[in-house]
C-alpha cells in the first residue's frame, strides 16, 4: 500500500476532488447539541465536514442497503404485466467512514456478493461506492465511551476494505494510505507529498497511543463465541437477557452489520405497484410469524437468542469469514435494557464459566449437582 | 447459482394460471405455466422437496412447496389460503397472471436413496411436498425397495390429491394406507391418528435400510418421530422437510434464519438428527 503526506488545511480538497469526479460526497456533520450525522456535501456545507467527531448513532450503512429501496415496480396493461427492475446507484464516496463501519461494510460485502445468490442491488451500489476511512486518533473526540473495536478487531485503523485512509499525525499534517488503484490515482494530486521514515513512526506511535486511550467497554468475545459455538449457554441466560428486552428492535437499527430485511409490495396507482424492501429486526414480535399466526419463535429471549447467536456462533462466522460485530458500540448506546454487545457477551461468558468451574465447595455439594441436573443445556 | 438465470435473484418470472381445482376446504391447486417456454424448462429441472418464491403483483409474495414430480409433465402449486397473498392467489382465474422465481432449497436426495425403503407419513396439507416425492419414486419404483404410505387427515373430506391415493393404492409394490382423526358417514376406513396405522397387523415396516419421510402438523410430527425412533429407526434415516416465514428465498433476508442454519438455502429438508441441532420448535 502506498503513503502520502498531506497538509490538515489540505484534507477538505479530497472531498472536492470526489465530488468534481461527479461523486455525491457523504459527510460527518456536527448536529445542534453532541450529536454528529451523515450528509450529502453541497458547496454551502463543505466547510462544516468533521474530521473528529463521534461516530453518529445512524450509521453509513444506508448508501449500500438503504433503510427502503424500491426493487422493482409491475404495471398492468391490457392483460399484459410489466416487470422492471428498479436500481439507483449513482457514484457515491463517504468521507470520514470510522474504521468500524468500514468493517461492518466489508461484513455486508461477505454476506451479500460472496455466497451462492448475488444480491444485485447492494452490488450495483457498493461498486460505485469510495471509501475515506479516518482513522480515530482524537481520544477525547473520536473515541466514545461505548468504543470496543479493540476486541472486535477492526480498529482503530482498518487494514483493509478502503479506499483512502487518512490518519491525523498531529503537527498539522495528516498520513493517507491508499487501499486501491482508485484510491491511488488521487495521489497525482498536488495536495499529496511523499512522507519520511519519520511520518512512518510517527503514524505508529499516535496508533499505539490511541490504542490506549480506549474506553472500559471491552467485549471478550473468544470465550463466548466458543461457548455459543459448542452450545454451552444455559437456557435461564438466555432468559435472563431477553428479560431485558423491551424488543423496540434499537440494536439492529444501529447495527452496520445487521443484514435482514423485509420485502412489501404497495400499490401506486390503479394499474401499477411497486415492491420495496425495508430493513427488519429479529428482535420484533413478527419476524418469524407466519400466515395464520404460527410462530415458531414465540419468547421473548427466543429472539434475543436469535441476534447473539447468529452474530457470535462459530458457524456463521466460518461461513461468512468476518464476525457479524465489528464493535462500534452503537448497540450499547441505544439499549434501554443494557444489553448491548458488550454485556450479552459477559453475561452469556460469565454465566458459563461459573457453571463449568465450580469452586471446590459448590463442587461437593450435592445440591449443586442436582441443579446443574435440572437444567440441561440447550440442546 | 440463480436458478432462474437471471442476473437479478429476486426478479421472478410472469406465470400464466391454466386452471384451478379445488381439493379440500380452503385448499385449491392451481396449474400454471411460464409464459416463457425457456423459463418453464428451466424450471422443470427441480428436485423433490424444493420450492418457489409466488408473487401476486401489488399484494406480495410468498414461498411455497411444489407438489409436482420433475417426472410429471405440468407444473402446480396446492396453496391453502391462510393470509393475503394465498387469498388474492384464490380469487384468480384460468387465464390469469401472476409470477413465480425458483426452485429453491436443497430438496430431498432420491438419488442417495436407491437401494433402499422408503416409507411416507404425511399429516393433513403435510402431503403437498411429499406428494412430489412418493410420485418420484414410483415413477424410478425398480431404485428402491419397498414404497409405503401413511397419510393422515382430519375428516374424509380433508384427504388430499384423491386421484393419487387411488392409483398408489393400485401399484403393485407400493402400499398405501389412509387414515382420518374423525369419520364421516360413509367413511370405512381406519379412523386415528397416521401413528395408529403402524400397529395395523397388515403393516409391516421395515427399519433398516429405510428412509422415514415426515410432514405434517407440529403435534403430529412429534408423535410421529417418537413411534419411528421407537421402532428403531436412526435419526439421520428420518427426513423432513420446515417450513418458515420467508421473504426472498436465497438466504438474504433472515426469517427463516434458525439455529446455524437458513431454511430457504440449507433446506428446507433436513434430517431429524438436523432438526433437532437446529434447536426451535418445528
Redesign the interface.
Known sequence: MKARIIDSVDVLKIVDLLRAQGREVIAPFRGRGNDTYFDTVTSENRDDVQIHFANPSYPPKRFVLPHIEQ??K?H?SD?K?D?E?TYEHPPRAIFGIRSCDVAGISHLDR??LD???????YEKRRQNLFLVNVVCTDPARDIGENCFCMCADTGPAAREHFDLQLMDLGMGQFMAVAGTTAGQTLFNEPIFRKGTPAHVERRREILGEARKRFKTTTSWFPATVRYVSQDKILDSTWEEIGKRCMECGGCTYVCPAC?????????TGPDE?E?V?IW?S?ALAG??????GFN???AVH?RRN?RF??KL?H??IQRELSMACVGCGRCVSVCHGDIGMPSVVEMLRRATAERALPSAAEKASPSVAEVDKNEPV?? | MNPSGSDNIYLPRTAILERVVDDIPEVKTFYWRFEDPAAQSQFKRFRPGQFAQVSLFGIGEFPASLPPSPTESETFFTIRQVGSCTAALHQLHPGDKFAVRGPYGNGFPMEDYYGKNLVFVAGGIGMIPLRSCIVYAIAHRQQYQSIQIFYGAKTPRELMYLKNLDEWQNTAHVSCHTTVDRSDNGWAGHVGVVGSLFKRPDVRIPVDNTIAFVCGPPVMFRFVIRDLLEMGFKQSNIVSTLERYMKCGVGKCGHCCIGVAYICVDGPVFTYEQIKKLGEDI
Open positions: 426493487m422493482m409491475f398492468r392483460g404485466i416487470m427492475p454476506f451479500y455466497r451462492e445468490f448475488r444480491d444485485i442491488y443484514t435482514c430485511f423485509t420485502v412489501s409490495d404497495r400499490q405497484a415492491r424492501r427488519d429479529c419476524f418469524t410469524r407466519m400466515a395464520g415458531p419463535r414465540r427466543d436469535r447467536f447468529r456462533a458457524y456463521f440447550r440442546q
